[in-house]
């Protein structure tokens, strides 16, 4: 069972994304795009750029460099996203 401050988060986090359009009923299927940056990333997982960085880092998250910037593909994010998926009890 989630925790009180958890479940809020949680709930507040669904609300976002329902006022940014995503998970909504009747709404367009969410694009991928060719790739992430770690900023995009984070907004889209909702933590910080420096986190997403941090999972980069320990080899948690494959990437791979576009020149001097990092990008990580949409399959790697799925992938992720599958492996280490939240329920609530």
Request: overall charge positive.
């Amino acid at each position: 069972m989630l925790r009180s401050a958890d479940r809020a988060a949680y709930d507040a986090a669904v609300a976002i994304l329902q006022l940014l359009g995503h998970g909504t009923a009747g709404s367009e299927p969410e694009r991928h795009p060719n790739a992430y940056s770690p900023r995009t990333l984070a907004t889209r997982w909702l933590c910080s750029e420096r986190h997403v960085r941090n999972l980069i880092k320990r080899g948690d998250l494959p990437h791979f460099r576009f020149g001097k910037l990092l990008r990580i593909k949409p399959s790697d994010v799925d992938d992720f996203e599958r492996r280490n998926v939240v329920r609530p009890e």
